[in-house]
C-alpha cells in the first residue's frame, strides 16, 4: 500500500519567509511525527499528533514553528520567518493504533534558507 | 531523559564478514528499542523493534539484534554483509513510561562494505 508522503520534496526560500511542508501519513494510522535531520545529525523530535490533537509539542525549537493536522489525515508543518539555521531534512512519520510503537517514515523535505 | 548513543560513526567490513553497529541506551523504565536504515536520498526504513520477550530479535534483510539489559545495549548485527548494506543505520529508544511516544535516535553509523 501507499507509503507515507511528503511534499514538496525540496524547498528553497528567502530567509524570513514563511514555509508550509505537508505530510499525507499512511491510512489509519492514528500518530503523525515530525521530525528534523540536520546535515549529518541525527533526528531532532518537533512533534507528537494522536489524532487531531498534539500532546506532545515539546521539540518545537520556537514559536516560529507550529502545526496542525486534519482529523486523522494530513499534517503541515509551518515555519515562519524562516532562518538559516532552519535548513534541514523535515521528517514525517506515522504509526498504527494499536501499540506495535514502530514509525513508518515519509521521503521527507529538504528545506534550504538562504 | 531518555538517550542514546552510537559510539561509532563509520563502520568499514568487507562482504561477506559479519557486521556489528553499536547502540547504547539510557531510559528510566525498560526500554522500547528500534533500528532504524536510511539510504542515501530517501526516507528512513524500519528494519526491526525490541518491545519484549526474546532478546534476540530478527528483522529485515537478514539483520538481527541482541538486547542486553545488564549493558544496555542493543547492537545490530548481520552475519554476512553485502554491499547492498551500505547505509546510515539509527538506533531509536522509546521510554514507555513516558507520556510522549517520541522516538530519540542517536546521531547514527554509517556502514560501509566493500569488495
Known amino acids: 500500500g501507499a507509503g507515507v508522503s511528503q511534499s514538496p520534496s525540496n524547498k528553497v526560500t528567502e530567509k524570513g519567509k514563511d514555509v508550509e511542508l505537508r505530510c499525507d501519513p499512511i491510512?489509519?494510522?492514528?500518530?503523525l511525527y515530525w521530525y528534523r535531520q540536520r546535515l549529518g545529525q541525527g533526528l531532532e523530535f518537533l512533534i507528537y499528533f494522536q489524532g487531531n490533537s498534539a500532546p506532545d509539542k515539546s521539540g518545537l525549537p520556537s514559536d516560529r514553528f507550529s502545526a496542525e493536522r486534519t482529523g486523522e489525515s494530513v499534517s503541515t508543518l509551518t515555519i515562519q520567518r524562516t532562518q538559516q539555521e532552519d535548513s534541514a531534512v523535515y521528517l514525517c512519520?506515522?504509526?498504527?493504533?494499536?501499540?506495535?510503537?514502530?514509525?513508518?517514515f515519509g521521503p521527507g523535505t529538504r528545506l534550504t534558507v538562504t | 531523559a531518555q538517550s542514546v548513543a552510537q559510539p561509532e560513526d563509520q563502520v568499514n567490513v568487507a562482504e561477506g564478514n559479519p557486521l556489528t553497529v553499536k547502540c547504547t541506551y539510557s531510559?528510566?523504565?525498560?526500554?522500547?528499542l528500534f533500528w532504524y536504515v536510511q539510504y542515501p536520498n530517501r526516507g528512513l526504513q524500519f528494519l526491526l523493534k525490541y518491545i519484549t520477550g526474546d532478546n534476540l530479535v530478527k528483522g529485515s534483510y537478514g539483520f538481527e539484534a541482541e538486547f542486553n539489559k545488564s549493558q544496555t545495549s542493543f547492537h545490530l548485527k548481520k552475519p554476512s554483509a553485502l554491499v547492498s548494506d551500505s547505509a546510515l543505520y539509527f538506533c531509536?529508544?522509546?521510554?514507555?513510561?513516558?507520556?510522549?511516544?517520541?522516538?530519540?535516535f542517536g546521531t547514527g553509523t554509517r556502514l560501509q562494505v566493500t569488495l
Open positions: 512519520a506515522s504509526s498504527p493504533p494499536g501499540g506495535t510503537y514502530e514509525q513508518y
Open positions: 531509536a529508544v522509546r521510554d514507555p513510561t513516558g507520556t510522549a511516544s517520541k522516538l530519540t
Open positions: 491510512s489509519g494510522h492514528t500518530a
Open positions: 531510559v528510566s523504565g525498560n526500554p522500547y
